[in-house]
DNA sequence: TTCAAAACTAAGCAATTGCTTAGTAATAAT
DNA sequence: ATTATTACTAAGCAATTGCTTAGTTTTGAA
């Protein structure tokens, strides 16, 4: 009856996905996606009704890539603490660019839009942030001898050495980073 | 001989600089700093060429005003690592906004503008981190005992600490801050 | 083969962007 | 008082923003 498109609509948010990662929300026009997605504005607009929509898919898109490439081997691994190490070492191959790195999409975004970003956009970013933390709590876990209290205050600093690696990848160099990551696991 | 001006420019740039600081560079308009300096885009022109001369001049003023509230203070303190973690107190209070924190106007540019920065912007900030390490180094120098492998490798640690806080303390609670200013100082 | 439904192209919309310019008002040495 | 110099107001510039719409092409059930 109607005609089919000429698109799948996962294979250009993922290629949406990479140009907000390399270019912020702000700074990307809806012309620069037509151009890397390969489709009109018509389109777009049809299938994700608007610049917004094409962002919260591309986040959606983000959240599986990163559970492939760092949740799930960080679930997977029985080493404890030194998996969570993996994990920050994973995350910095996870976000390579060219010299310098990407960063963490999101917290990318929350860097930019700040408090007054979109409220969808917002909880996204907030359940992603749990998310991580969750599963950081959940590794400190296995530990059986550290209390809830330890276990609290260490999923904290990690948290935010995670938020630090993210922005600092972006403009440090490799050996400055690795120092970093070696650092924060000295004393766990 | 010719009429005088009704600002005075350092004033006019400090109102930028905290807009800019709030709001980030490139969702600030020339609009929205004519209201905020309230002066008339012709005298902002005129006296600073365009809108990344009311930036470049906004980074001199929060430099001083970094000087004036952070590395002064850093300074003058005598009793070593202390001192620095003092440091990491004290920028809390210096970008304190509403419920959550404004973070650092460097790292928020850095974070927002990428590697596609204005090369004149881009030096502005990679001399600021410059100086903020070099302050750092100082302090742990004054430990006699530690070699200077050592202070490399602690001051990176401190470095990307430091702007972890900065992106953190925007998303985050004062007591995730805390415990992670705490816990970045129990192994040093 | 017909035809309604959906997807395409491309032109164009109002609003906003950074910036300029034409015209007027204030200043102080002459 | 005149005059050259500078600062002001406010209107307007082209370019870009996110988004829409008019018109055409493809589709497959009837």
Known sequence: MARKKEY??????????NLFWRNGY?????????????????????SFGNKQGVFL??????????????FDKLKQSTNGIEAIKEYFYNFIEFSKETRLNKGCLL??????LGEYADTLIMSEIVKFATDVKSHIIEKLETDKQKDSETISKQ??????????????????????????????????
């Open 57 to 70: 898919e591309s986040i959606k898109c983000y959240k599986k890539k990163a559970k492939e490439e760092l």
């Open 107 to 112: 917290t990318n975004t929350v860097n930019e």
């Open 155 to 188: 999923a904290n600093y990690l948290m935010v050495s995670l938020q630090g690696l993210s922005v600092a990848s972006k403009m440090f160099e490799k050996q400055q980073i690795e120092d970093f990551i070696e650092s924060v696991f000295e004393n766990l």
């Open 26 to 46: 702000e700074t990307t026009s809806v012309r620069m996606l037509e151009k890397e997605m390969g489709i009109n504005q018509f389109s777009m607009y049809s």
């Open 8 to 17: 799948i609509e996962e294979e250009v948010i993922e290629k949406a996905m």
